[in-house]
């Protein structure tokens, strides 16, 4: 005969794993989603002042609260959006758009707490 005893959890475990398993989840997502944006990108000719092109200033930072931030620098504003002489070049809506189920998904399955 043999007696089996589950380990029980307190809310605190529960609750740190699950916030861990996010903030994992969510750094997936970002790097993802920087992948996408990097891919999507156009490059221009090379600036005579060696100034990096917008694909290359795109960086994910993940932050101590579980948060991560994907920030693009240079002229994205221009390239997302267009001017009145250059059309637009979508970048960072079709990315997040591609992300949003996959994320979600992650979500899930990280405070579900399956293992």
Do not use: W
């Not at 794993?17 to 790097?31: F, Y």
């Not at 920087?34 to 156009?42: E, G, H």
């Not at 060696?50 to 960086?59: E, F, G, V």
């Amino acid at each position: 005969m043999s007696v089996r005893v589950e380990r029980k959890f307190t809310a605190r475990e529960i609750t740190e794993k699950m916030l861990r398993r996010a903030a994992q989840a969510n750094l997936e997502s970002a790097n993802e989603m920087a992948a996408i944006m990097r891919d999507t990108c156009p490059v221009g000719p090379d600036h005579p002042d060696n100034s990096p092109h917008t694909r290359d200033t795109i960086a994910v930072t993940p932050n101590e609260d579980g948060r991560v931030t994907v920030s693009i620098g240079g002229a994205i504003i221009y390239i997302e959006f267009g001017t009145h002489s250059t059309p637009a070049h979508p970048v960072v809506i079709p990315a997040l758009e591609r992300i949003k189920r996959t994320h979600h998904q992650r979500i899930q399955d990280a405070v579900r707490l399956k293992d």
